[in-house]
């Protein structure tokens, strides 16, 4: 079982990727292909070098992507602000890219966390094989679990996979009681539509339990990214939604008596 695992950040005192003052680890690697990821480097699981063309200076620099890294070695990092989790009922949040996607190395971190008693969440897109989420239910206080597109031709167009699987995974995790937050993605354009989002409200009323939600504000660093690291953009520019037509997005979740707040 490897210890060792790929990452290409960490950011310490997060405050958007689960309860209280959290340190977020960002795992490369992902199984989807979301055309509006805020993370596009994290797509590919290796460790990547990028050109980066300054247009100001006109010259160009080499951006290497993505560190190996041990458990002790982030374990370490991690407990740094072991006093801040203690005091806001925070913890740790493996995100990404995907964690399952090296899902030994999310185990093993997550029982170290657990031996310090450090609270943990998974931010997950739920496209992994049952066995692995099956692996870590013992060890994890929170999974944080995307709903992206309920029509699965075009969850297919925009992420590159079905999402069968996802909504399987989601059922078997309530079946097993584990601890979820539903997290969706306000794409303009694609995610927000009437249709959309009437869509994901009928699907989390047919959920066995109800589920507390978050939406996701559009993350402009999509754009600014790929462009950066000279990926194709294939959405273009989109228009931002303005703050009421946000609420007024909410307020469907509202009158449907689903919980719902807002975050970056």
């Known amino acids: ?72 070695e982030l374990m370490k990092v991690i407990l740094k602000d072991k006093v801040f989790y203690d005091e806001s009922s925070g913890g740790v949040t493996f ?36 066995n692995d989420f099956k692996k870590i239910l013992n060890f994890v206080n929170l999974f944080l679990f995307d709903l992206k597109i309920i029509n699965d031709e075009l969850h297919k167009e925009y992420t590159g996979v079905s999402n069968q699987r996802v909504h399987d995974n989601l059922n078997q995790l309530i079946e097993q009681k584990a601890p979820i937050e539903l997290r969706i993605p306000l794409i303009p354009s694609v995610t927000d539509s009437e249709q959309a989002i009437d869509d994901i409200i009928q699907f989390i009323l047919s959920l066995k339990i109800k589920l507390p939600v978050t939406l996701l504000k559009y993350n402009v660093l999509n754009r600014d990214k790929l462009d950066r690291f000279g990926l ?21 979740f509202l009158k449907n008596n689903i919980a719902s707040n807002f975050s970056e």
Not at 34 to 48: A, D, F, I, L, R
Request: proline content about 3%.
């Open 1 to 72: 079982m490897s210890k060792n695992g790929i990452i290409f950040d960490v950011k310490r005192y997060a405050i958007h990727d689960g309860p209280g003052i959290r340190t977020t680890v960002f795992f490369k690697g992902c199984a989807m292909a979301c055309q509006w990821c805020h993370n596009p480097e994290s797509k590919n699981c290796g460790v990547e070098q990028f050109s980066i063309t300054d247009r100001v200076k006109k010259s160009v620099k080499t951006e290497i992507v993505g560190y190996e890294i041990t458990v002790v």
């Open 95 to 130: 995100s990404g890219g995907e964690p399952f996607v090296q899902s030994d190395f999310l185990f093993e971190l997550l029982k170290a966390c657990k031996k310090e008693s450090i609270h943990t969440a998974v931010d997950t897109s739920g496209e992994t094989n049952w």
């Open 232 to 252: 194709p953009n294939r959405l273009g520019k989109l228009t931002v939604q303005s703050k009421e037509e946000l609420e007024a997005i909410r307020e469907k």
